[in-house]
């Protein structure tokens, strides 16, 4: 979408290995998410971001680290990637208050 | 915590019908936003409709509308003069005072020609 990029697209990687996928905005926004999607369990929450260095876990965190150094940058990191981390991965933006969230377009992870 | 339940797996509706997605929802906030997405095969999120807490009138975007019943914690979703364009996920979500998105884990929709 207009206004955050997601990469890679699409990424295949073997367990063991670490990844790191990349988020960025150009809307200045304050807040920014990653949510893994699997079928059966919609979007779920990894960690969020509410400004440069201040992040919080969502509701699976566990294999997960995140690093926000600039405004416009987020970066989700798998540290041992594993095979049950083969999923879609969204980055999210939003304004504080205004309750009005943009999506990027996805990462879709395989790990083999 | 909040949570967020979509109760129909699937759904299928004939072109040109209406069409209405269930969705519940718990919590303990007052002050509260609900969105309904739409995820094409493409992956791609897309806001359809959203709904703020203390606004009492249902939210409409043309031939989509809401019904939300705050006392009931009920947000559906209905979809009129239902388009082949219509067929994807649909996923209800939560945004309360942490900002954060909590989604239901989505409904599938059908339209048949």
């Known amino acids: 979408d207009a206004g955050i990029t997601q990469s890679p697209r699409h990424k295949v990687t073997e367990t063991g290995t670490p990844v790191t996928l990349r988020c960025h905005q150009t809307e200045n926004h304050r807040y920014m998410y990653w949510y893994r999607q699997d079928p059966g369990h919609g979007l779920r929450l990894i960690h969020y971001s509410y400004g440069v260095k201040d992040t919080d876990k969502g509701e699976v965190s566990d294999g997960y680290s995140v690093s926000r150094s600039k405004t416009e940058d987020f970066l989700l990191t798998l540290e041992s990637a594993t095979s049950s981390q083969t999923s879609v991965y969204f980055c999210?933006?939003?304004?504080?208050?205004?309750?009005?969230?943009?999506f990027g377009s996805g990462t879709r992870l395989t790990v083999v | 915590a909040q949570t967020v339940t979509q109760s129909q797996p699937e759904m299928s509706v004939q072109e040109a019908e209406t069409v209405t997605l269930s969705c519940t929802y718990d919590t303990s906030e007052s002050d509260y936003y609900l969105f309904w997405y739409k995820q094409p095969p493409s992956r791609q999120m897309i806001l359809v409709i959203r709904q703020e807490a203390y606004k009492q009138q249902n939210a409409t975007e043309n031939r989509f509308s809401v019904n939300f019943q705050k006392a009931a914690k009920s947000f559906s979703l209905k979809i009129s003069d239902s388009q082949l364009g219509d067929a994807a996920m649909y996923f209800c979500?939560?945004?309360?005072?942490?900002?954060?998105?909590?989604f239901g884990t989505g409904t599938r929709l059908t339209i048949i020609p």
């Open positions: 979500a939560y945004s309360g005072r942490r900002e954060k998105l909590t």
């Open positions: 999210a933006i939003s304004e504080e208050g205004v309750g009005g969230y943009t």
